[in-house]
């Protein structure tokens, strides 16, 4: 009969400890995420950053930004989500160290530049479809302009304007680490293999053959998904002339980034004149944002 009641003591006691460990939260230590920041180009001075902590449970936590390197800068250093205001010309580092009561931390650190080159385009899609519409080089008709994503119920053959609330989550890709509007495809309404589309026209009226020509955007490619055939996410300019024969004169194909989104940065040549500018994704829950042609100084 002793044995027994020590047994039920032990198994109650190992219960107790178990369940009281699981009402604390996890004891891991805290996961963090910072979402892409793209160049701040002047006169803006501010940028918003923006992290996720996780495999916190229940513990209090403890927030500490700090900037390791870059100029004048001003920013609440204890908040999760911050502004930063002031900036100026050159390259800056942040660190983010989030600490719980269980004396476990991590630390995440981000980098970014601020420019004082002249903008050309800056295509953010906050406000508008920026003039893309759909291409000939999609599965969907051409030439229908770019809607949001609420406003279709066939999702299957093109892209959409949305925020990640609004496209379906595909083999548990959602579009995570980008809070503003963007465009995507919504893989997760879509059977079958497609290709989508969206072009614009952009015009230079100034020679940038000389490399003094910059693109920037921001991308979403989480995965290599290449074993279902094609795929792929690439921005293309074509001359202005397009047809179903014509070769782009300049592909840009940013690599795959288990991480999330990213920021893609190249200096390009382009004579002065009028061009397309082709979106195109292959069977894969990619996106862009901030697409921004900008003048090197």
Known sequence: MKKLTLLALCVFLTYSCTNTEEENGSLNA?????????????????????????????????????????????????????TITNLVEGNYSFTLTVSNNNNQSSKESISFSVSDAKVLYNLDFENSNEGFTTSIFGNYTAGKELRNVTEETNHCGTVYMGKKEDFTDWLTYSYEGNNSNFVATNMGTCLGYFTSAIQKEITFTE???????????????????????????????????????????????????????????????????????????????????????????
């Open 30 to 82: 805290p996961i963090i995420a910072i979402d892409v920041v793209e160049t701040v180009f002047l006169p803006k001075n501010s940028v918003e950053i923006n992290a996720t902590i996780s495999d916190t449970g229940n513990q209090t936590q403890t927030i500490l930004w700090k900037k390791t390197a870059g100029g004048a800068a001003d920013f609440e250093s204890d908040k999760k989500d911050i």
């Open 207 to 297: 020679d940038f053959s000389n490399g003094k020509l910059g693109i920037q955007f921001q991308y979403y490619k989480p995965g290599d998904f290449s074993k279902w055939g094609d795929y792929n996410l690439e921005i293309l300019i074509f001359e202005n002339d397009l047809n179903y024969t014509s070769e782009p004169i300049m592909t840009f194909t940013p690599t795959a980034n288990p991480k999330g989104w990213s920021l893609y940065n190249e200096n390009i040549s382009l004579a002065k004149g009028t061009y397309k500018l082709v979106i195109r994704n292959t069977n894969a829950q990619t996106a862009i944002d901030n697409i921004t042609f900008y003048k090197n100084n």
